[in-house]
């Protein structure tokens, strides 16, 4: 691939052999000296036109481990703020011959339109409730690890799915590898292409939650809700934020997870989110440098391999 926009492209070998990959990753960034020179001589161009913590440190360190010129755009003091499109500055970014080009942005497919105006490989760190396929390929890493595999687990994603391009990649990256996904969550916060996605939907979490592996737990994202209904936080929380009482109904062994950023007493109790004997939440920030490092580096082979492919 020359890009990495989602998760549909991507076949289960390929996604296997990324994880493998993030895995060697995962030794070298726990090792004192945290370097390697697979990215050497590349120049990496971050642009975030969302908010970001992890997604954003995350890239930047991988990119600085794997020795490439890391570039942050700062878009908030760049001349989108003087009416330039998102097109005309990625072409101007292009002019300046970069190798890796990490994009976020609040409006679906905007990644994909970039990725065809330039030369270079582009990362899609989020667009819109499109695509979160890092997200995805780091929350499969800390199951696999976690489970010691990530095949015939039951595995639940709770909340405000309709607006999460993180739920709507896992559905995707965990269905191709032959996972049983449940979604739950209030209707209203459930997407509408729902039928196609072959999971199945509960209102209730206890039901819901019976018996599964992984518990996947999401933030209201307001941000997009567009003026529509958005449920009051205290209601939510007492119908849909995971407590001891909730997560009882989950295997013992069943693994909490979140992609943050996370709002605490309103989709998760901040003692469950605490909790190192069931929350991998930390684990999945160590897996997101990994498995971002892996991306970049089977980029950059394939950029190696074909220096003349077009867009
Ligand atoms: N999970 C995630 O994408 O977090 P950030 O928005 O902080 O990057």
Same mark, same amino acid.
């Given at each position: 691939?020359?890009?990495?926009?989602?998760?549909?492209?991507?076949?289960? %070998?390929?996604?296997?052999?990324?994880?493998?990959?993030? %895995?060697?990753?995962?030794?070298? !960034?726990?090792? %004192?000296?945290? *370097? #390697?020179?697979?990215?050497?001589?590349?120049?990496?161009?971050? @642009?975030?036109?969302? !908010? #970001?913590?992890?997604?954003?440190?995350?890239? =930047?360190?991988?990119?600085?481990?794997?020795?490439?010129?890391?570039? !942050? @755009?700062?878009?908030?003091? #760049?001349?989108?703020?003087?009416?330039?499109?998102?097109?005309?500055?990625? @072409?101007?970014?292009?002019? $300046? *011959? +970069?190798?890796?080009?990490?994009?976020?942005?609040?409006? #679906?497919?905007?990644?994909?339109?970039?990725?065809?105006?330039?030369?270079?490989?582009?990362?899609?760190?989020?667009?819109?409730?499109? &695509?979160?396929?890092?997200?995805?390929?780091? %929350?499969?890493?800390?199951?696999?690890?976690?489970?010691?595999?990530?095949?015939?687990?039951?595995?639940?994603?709770?909340?405000?799915?309709? *607006?999460?391009?993180?739920?709507?990649?896992?559905?995707?990256?965990?269905?191709? $590898?032959?996972?049983?996904?449940?979604?739950?969550?209030?209707?209203?916060?459930? +997407?509408?292409?729902?039928?196609?996605?072959?999971? =199945?939907?509960? &209102?209730?979490? &206890?039901?819901?939650?019976?018996?599964?592996?992984?518990?996947?737990?999401?933030?209201?994202?307001?941000?997009?809700?567009?003026?529509?209904?958005? +449920?009051?936080?205290? &209601?939510?929380? *007492?119908?849909?934020?995971?407590?001891?009482?909730?997560?009882?109904?989950?295997?013992?062994?069943?693994?909490?997870?979140? +992609? /943050?950023? @996370?709002?605490? /007493?309103?989709?998760?109790? /901040?003692?469950?989110?605490?909790?190192?004997?069931?929350?991998?939440?930390?684990?999945?920030?160590?897996?997101?440098?990994?498995?971002?490092?892996?991306?970049?580096?089977?980029?950059?082979?394939?950029?190696?391999?074909?220096?003349?492919?077009?867009?």
């Amino acid at each position: 691939h020359k890009h990495l926009l989602g998760i549909e492209s991507l076949r289960p %070998d390929e996604i296997t052999t990324l994880l493998d990959l993030a %895995d060697q990753y995962v030794d070298l !960034n726990r090792r %004192d000296v945290k *370097h #390697s020179d697979a990215l050497a001589g590349l120049t990496q161009i971050n @642009m975030f036109f969302e !908010n #970001s913590t992890r997604t954003q440190a995350s890239f =930047e360190l991988a990119g600085k481990r794997l020795g490439a010129d890391v570039m !942050n @755009m700062a878009m908030q003091a #760049s001349s989108i703020k003087k009416g330039e499109t998102l097109i005309d500055t990625a @072409m101007t970014l292009n002019a $300046m *011959h +970069p190798d890796l080009l990490v994009v976020r942005h609040p409006h #679906s497919g905007a990644v994909d339109l970039l990725a065809q105006k330039v030369n270079c490989a582009v990362l899609n760190a989020g667009d819109g409730r499109h &695509e979160h396929p890092t997200q995805a390929l780091l %929350d499969a890493l800390t199951i696999r690890r976690a489970k010691g595999r990530l095949h015939r687990l039951n595995i639940a994603i709770c909340g405000d799915i309709a *607006h999460s391009r993180v739920a709507r990649s896992n559905i995707i990256l965990l269905g191709k $590898m032959e996972n049983r996904i449940r979604l739950i969550g209030p209707p209203t916060l459930m +997407p509408s292409e729902i039928s196609a996605f072959g999971v =199945e939907v509960y &209102e209730d979490m &206890e039901q819901g939650l019976k018996d599964v592996d992984v518990v996947m737990m999401l933030r209201l994202q307001k941000e997009r809700m567009d003026g529509g209904f958005i +449920p009051s936080e205290r &209601e939510y929380y *007492h119908r849909y934020g995971l407590d001891a009482d909730k997560l009882a109904h989950a295997k013992d062994d069943a693994i909490v997870m979140h +992609p /943050g950023p @996370m709002n605490r /007493g309103v989709e998760i109790d /901040g003692e469950i989110a605490d909790d190192i004997n069931r929350s991998v939440i930390q684990e999945q920030v160590e897996m997101g440098v990994a498995v971002r490092m892996a991306a970049m580096d089977l980029l950059a082979q394939n950029l190696r391999a074909n220096p003349t492919v077009e867009v």
